[in-house]
């Protein structure tokens, strides 16, 4: 006789689900789009939103007209999901402790809709799950299922155990075998497939296609892994944002979802942020140790100081009131002052310090202007000394609330450090030996901006075009050979050539302390 248990008889499938949804088509306008989970279902729109409720309730009908009757083997679909309709909502989808949901009842077709009437929803469950769910209708039920039989010497008879016991005198003959029924053997447990969980959102294992699933749930795993490591890498790690920030888009298409698609955003910003900083990491692992020779400490550390520095040259270039290469100088020094607020101090020292031959003249230029405020005179700030400072305000850096953003994004922190980088260079020991001037320093201000990491010229040391320089140090043609001049005899400068377009050259070993150099950029990512 065959051995057969009663678990194997019946293999439980998971029930079946159709959700018909209702969502706008696109901004501004009226249209809605009516979908279905179902694979074959093409989405459909519609002009209006009534026209789009009516469609969606004909379609969820049709396929529940095309269903016979719920299955009786199927496994509630409602438990499968956590049970999430009709108990407290948790992050970890389980139910509380003390008040566990019991399945039971036969399986019936219910169908739940939205409030707002947003949804449809059909889906084959027990009638426990079917009367928990809030304002769920059942309907159809499935037929009882078969009984278990076992074939005996060729003859079917339900699946019992003989037993002999008392008999009664109402009962059948003395001695005649009783049914007993068989023992109920616990079913084959089932685990349906599980929710992923990436940066906070839950991946529905029913998301289709299921390539974007599996996907999801693959990065997912991938970054709780990064986050046991003990060394970043920080290749890999954009490597996963960029392949998180294809995902979520692809995620927000086929849900609308706006949330999903911020979250793709800021993905992209993620994975750009990290390839730079691994850019900058290997290139100064590669290029500042050279030969054997220890890193360079530089005075700004890290990419976001050198862009800032690069920013205030820009802007000074860009908003000068007055031209020249001493104004330009000072413009410079005043605004890294009063760059986060508009407004600072400064000493006379400040200003006899940077070779300028008139200040005094300067400061009332740009006093007349409206560019510079001052409380007192011109004289009085060159009179000025620390335990007297003067305080001084830029009225176009100042702060308009929320209206008018400042131009530049660095906080009040980096300010000074930023400020202390321009003294260290413009005061350069060399420098005032040498005693440069003001266009001298100035110009060795902007060569530590636009370097490579080995401290040449240019952004792969391929030089320096000279529209660039002349748009940053305010000094044309004729001057500029006199100024390459006095830096190459402070060794500010060596190996320096001039030609029609470019200038050429590397900064020397001892100021590398002071470079920031531009970033080394990837192929796709070069300007045209």
Not at 33 to 51: H, I, Q, W
Not at 84 to 101: I, K, N, S, V, Y
Request: proline share 8%; hydrophobic share 40%; charged share 20%.
């Amino acid at each position: 006789m065959a051995q057969v248990t009663p678990g194997e008889l019946y293999e439980r499938v998971l029930g079946r689900t159709w959700t018909v949804r209702l969502d706008a088509a696109s901004r501004g306008s009226t249209a809605v789009r009516v979908s279905c989970n179902r694979p074959a279902c093409v989405p459909e729109r519609l002009p209006t939103t009534a026209t789009g409720r009516t469609a969606a309730v004909a379609h969820l009908k049709a396929h529940l007209k095309a269903l016979a009757a719920p299955r009786a083997e199927a496994f509630c679909i409602c438990k499968a999901e956590h049970c999430h309709l009709h108990t407290p909502a948790r992050f970890d989808e389980r139910p509380e402790r003390g008040e566990p949901w019991r399945c039971g009842g036969p399986v019936v077709l219910a169908v739940v809709t939205d409030r707002e009437g947003r949804w449809w929803q059909a889906m084959e469950c027990c009638s426990r799950c079917a009367a928990a769910i809030p304002g769920a209708k059942t309907i159809a039920t499935a037929p009882p299922a078969p009984r278990a039989v076992h074939k005996v010497a060729g003859i079917a008879r339900p699946a019992a155990a003989f037993a002999v016991g008392p008999q009664f005198s109402d009962r059948s003959a003395a001695g005649a075998p009783r049914l007993l029924p068989a023992a109920r053997s616990t079913p084959r447990s089932f685990r349906p497939p599980r929710d992923g969980r990436i940066a906070g959102h839950t991946v529905p294992y029913r998301l289709r296609p299921t390539e974007l699933r599996d996907e999801l749930m693959e990065l997912g795993d991938l970054f709780r892994s990064y986050q046991q490591r003990t060394e970043p890498d920080l290749a890999l790690l954009a490597d996963l944002h960029a392949r998180k920030a294809a995902a979520f888009t692809t995620w927000a298409e086929v849900t609308s979802d706006t949330r999903l698609r911020r979250e793709a955003r800021r993905a992209e910003q993620a994975a750009r942020a990290a390839r730079l900083q691994h850019q900058q990491r290997t290139s100064r692992a590669a290029d500042d140790a050279d030969d054997g020779q220890p890193a360079v400490v530089r005075v700004l550390t890290g990419f976001a100081m050198w862009e800032h520095a690069r920013s205030v040259l820009a802007y000074c270039a860009e908003h000068a009131p007055l031209p020249g290469p001493e104004v330009r100088l000072l413009v410079v020094m005043v605004t890294l002052r009063t760059a986060h607020t508009g407004t600072g101090n400064l000493v006379g020292q400040d200003l006899t310090a940077l070779g300028l031959t008139d200040p005094k003249s300067l400061v009332e230029q740009l006093t007349g202007c409206g560019w510079l405020a001052l409380p007192a005179s011109a004289d009085d700030l060159l009179a000025s000394r620390p335990e007297d400072s003067t305080p001084i305000t830029i009225p176009s850096l100042l702060p308009n609330g929320g209206s008018r953003p400042g131009p530049f994004t660095f906080g009040r922190k980096t300010r000074p450090k930023l400020s202390g980088w321009a003294q260290k260079v413009v005061a350069d020991k060399k420098i005032r030996q040498t005693k440069a001037t003001a266009g001298a320093r100035l110009l060795a201000l902007i060569l530590a901006t636009q370097t490579s990491p080995h401290g040449h010229l240019g952004p792969c040391g391929h030089g320096l075009a000279l529209a660039t320089l002349a748009s940053l140090s305010a000094a044309d043609g004729i001057e500029l050979p006199g100024l390459l001049d006095q830096l190459t005899a402070a060794d500010w400068l060596t190996d320096s050539a001039l030609s029609d377009t470019h200038l050429t050259g590397r900064l020397s070993e001892r100021v590398l302390p002071f470079t920031c150099p531009l970033p080394a950029l990837v192929p796709e990512e070069a300007p045209v």
